[in-house]
């Protein structure tokens, strides 16, 4: 039979009720399951949380059927809870691992499978790989066991977890939360209606600081916008900032683990500017010294910081599954992606989107600098940046059809400009002469081919991006 279920960069996504049903649900936990027992990982227990998508709970508790009915203890969420959170909670109960249903950014007709591993990581591909194809054979030949969820709770199998009050006092370690509750900034935080609602309020409580959050009830339908924190979706944010006169914008997505930023004066601070920026905070305010981990979507300024400070930088596949056993192996200072996700030393070895957000505010305090200005100090260190992407809807046969014209012609310039190499190591990446660069690949979790540039001007961006899609015949 064809597979049903196909694990992606980052789990396994489909839309809600067609393709994400809980016969498949139920199916990706007994693989999960069926993986514990395989690896004799079954005794250290799971985390399972979700999100704030339509009936993720319900997802999640029947999940947490599955597991339990395979007498495996399950530590199950209370509540709606962000990725990061969860993904500490799971070194904290020194579980095997973590289900979290969600579909991240997507839009609200998708939720999702995601499986962390006992780091609290992204599974690996080849992790993976294993509960993939172990949930397909449960689906083709049957074998799903359940408990009752009062039955579990019952017997001690299933128990209700609150993972904040352990997550909080790692952030405590990790940043001077005092000296930004005591700051005087107003801060507008946009939750985008996600599973981060109320994370930034709760945090910084208690002192001088302002912050006043929008979109910050559950609403599933994530109404006007999808949960990607990117410029187009956030443009409430951005009068938000303006007509409040407030000092920075923060937004996470629909499940917390990526950030976005929009400076004082209501502009969007893109992906690549922020993780130089962060990278710079750390090694410049901080004095930390370490390698930055980056994939082949992220900027040429992580590189020429890389130079300036005497610190590795290491690029890799798209997706955080590749990002994350690089940073534990080179105990790297920061390694992020281009959708807006960074993950850092001392922390578990993934994306935490709150824990951005908080680092970026201690930048502010720490150098009386307001985004703008911060930005214009990175490009005073490595000359100006701009970045755009343009995101197209494909079949499967398109597909076919848009890599064969990039792989039958060869291509000596784009928008003017020599390209000097071609790196094939993620999709189809022209290195140009004057160290600006286009990138075409697909989507490893949704049916998207992807045109990314970067550039030393907006217009020579928009002149790359509009080549690509010339390229593709889009």
Request: negative net charge; hydrophobic residues 40%.
């Amino acid at each position: 039979m064809d597979k049903t279920i196909k694990f992606g960069t980052d789990g396994w996504r489909a839309v809600i009720a067609e393709d994400f049903t809980f016969d498949n649900v139920r199916a990706c936990a007994q693989g999960v399951a069926n993986y514990l027992n395989q690896a004799r990982l079954a005794k250290q227990g799971l985390v399972i949380g979700y999100d704030t998508r339509f009936a993720s709970e319900d997802f999640a508790a029947a999940a947490a059927e599955v597991i339990a009915g395979n007498k495996i203890k399950v530590n199950l969420c209370s509540k709606a809870t962000p990725t990061p959170v969860i993904s500490y909670a799971v070194t904290a109960t020194e579980s095997a691992g973590a289900i979290i249903i969600t579909a991240s950014h997507n839009p609200a007709r998708w939720n999702g499978f995601k499986y962390k591993d006992s780091t609290g990581a992204s599974s690996s591909t080849e992790l993976a790989a294993q509960i993939e194809k172990n949930a397909n054979e449960v689906l083709s030949t049957g074998g799903v066991k359940r408990l009752p969820l009062a039955d579990g709770l019952n017997s001690g199998l299933i128990a209700y977890l609150d993972p904040d009050p352990v997550y909080f006092k790692q952030l405590e370690r990790l940043v001077d939360l005092e000296a930004i509750r005591h700051s005087h900034l107003k801060v507008i935080v946009d939750s985008m209606y996600g599973a981060g609602i109320g994370y930034f309020r709760e945090l910084l409580e208690g002192g001088e600081i302002e912050v006043i959050e929008i979109n910050g009830k559950r609403n599933p339908s994530f109404p006007g916008i999808q949960p990607e924190p990117i410029a187009k979706n956030l443009t409430k944010l951005s009068n938000t900032v303006k007509e409040q006169k407030a000092d920075v914008g923060l937004a996470n997505d629909g499940d917390a683990d990526r950030i976005g930023i929009v400076d004082e004066k209501g502009n969007f601070l893109n992906q690549h500017q922020v993780f130089a920026l962060l990278a710079l905070y750390f090694l410049e305010v901080r004095g930390e010294r370490g390698a930055i981990v980056e994939t082949v979507t992220d900027s040429r300024m992580l590189h020429i910081l890389g130079k300036l400070f005497n610190v590795p930088v290491y690029e890799t596949l798209v997706g955080f599954k590749y990002v994350a056993p690089l940073m534990i192996e080179k105990d790297a200072l920061i390694g992020g992606e281009e959708s807006g996700g960074y993950g850092f030393r001392g922390h578990v070895p993934e994306r935490d989107g709150i824990l951005a957000g908080l680092y970026f505010l201690d930048f502010i305090i720490k150098t009386g600098k307001t985004p703008s200005q911060l930005l214009d100090y990175l490009f005073s260190k490595v000359g100006p940046h701009y970045y755009d992407r343009l995101d197209f809807h494909v079949s499967p046969g398109d597909h076919k059809k848009l890599t064969e014209k990039l792989t039958q012609r060869s291509i000596d310039s784009i928008a003017g400009t020599k390209v000097a190499r071609l790196d094939t190591t993620d999709g189809y990446k022209y290195c140009l002469a004057d160290d600006s660069w286009l990138l075409i690949r697909f989507s490893g979790t949704e049916p998207l081919v992807r045109i990314y540039a970067e550039g030393h001007s907006p217009e020579q961006v928009q002149k790359l991006l509009e080549s690509g899609r010339k390229l593709l015949g889009l």
